[in-house]
């Protein structure tokens, strides 16, 4: 009976040894991902105050894209002057060869007024072929700003994507 007192006694002692030397191991395991834990913690800080750099990185691409489509409503705006200003050169123009023709009708004796006249409306046509590629020029130029308030919205679309994505948005 002692015998198997001492028996058990030993077992018990033995198992109790493996397991103290068990939780010993465990313990340190624990220890070594609780470090790795704090340093993983440091590096998502370190991300996550990146990200908020960049984010703060896109407001001026923002706001120039404001300024922007305000630029490109001022142009359209400014289209539709140079149209109306044709239109009047236009109106001008019909105005100086009625004005021509009455005085030729009228008047034949003041012939060089008449011929000052017509002459008159030479500049005045120049002025309309120049509004006229004025409004071409305006016009391209609205069209390439569209084209890049478009690629500005594209760009910040983007950027919030990548900012989304590091932030762990998707």
């Known amino acids: 009976m002692k015998f198997a007192k001492a028996f058990f006694l030993l077992v018990i002692l033995g198992s109790t040894a493996v397991t103290g030397v068990t939780l010993v191991k465990v313990i340190g395991v624990q220890r070594e991902i609780g470090a790795k834990q704090a340093g993983l913690l440091k590096g998502l800080e370190r991300q996550n105050g990146s990200i908020v750099e960049i984010c703060g990185a896109f407001k001026p691409t923002e706001e120039m894209v404001g300024k922007t489509r305000?630029?490109?409503?001022?142009?359209?705006?400014?289209?539709?002057?140079?149209?109306?200003?044709?239109?009047?050169?236009?109106?001008?123009?019909?105005?100086?060869?009625?004005?021509?023709?009455?005085?030729?009708?009228?008047?034949?004796?003041?012939?060089?007024?008449?011929?000052?006249?017509?002459?008159?409306?030479?500049?005045?046509?120049?002025?309309?072929?120049?509004?006229?590629?004025?409004?071409?020029?305006?016009?391209?130029?609205?069209?390439?700003?569209?084209?890049?308030?478009?690629?500005?919205?594209?760009?910040?679309?983007?950027?919030?994507?990548?900012?989304?994505?590091?932030?762990?948005?998707?």
């Open 70 to 170: 305000s630029m490109l409503a001022d142009l359209r705006q400014l289209a539709g002057v140079v149209r109306d200003m044709n239109g009047l050169v236009g109106k001008a123009t019909d105005l100086q060869g009625k004005t021509a023709g009455l005085l030729d009708a009228s008047n034949g004796v003041i012939g060089g007024l008449c011929t000052a006249v017509g002459a008159a409306s030479a500049p005045l046509t120049a002025v309309g072929e120049k509004t006229s590629r004025t409004l071409v020029l305006i016009n391209r130029t609205v069209a390439a700003l569209s084209s890049m308030a478009g690629a500005m919205g594209s760009t910040n679309s983007c950027a919030a994507d990548i900012a989304n994505f590091m932030e762990g948005g998707y």
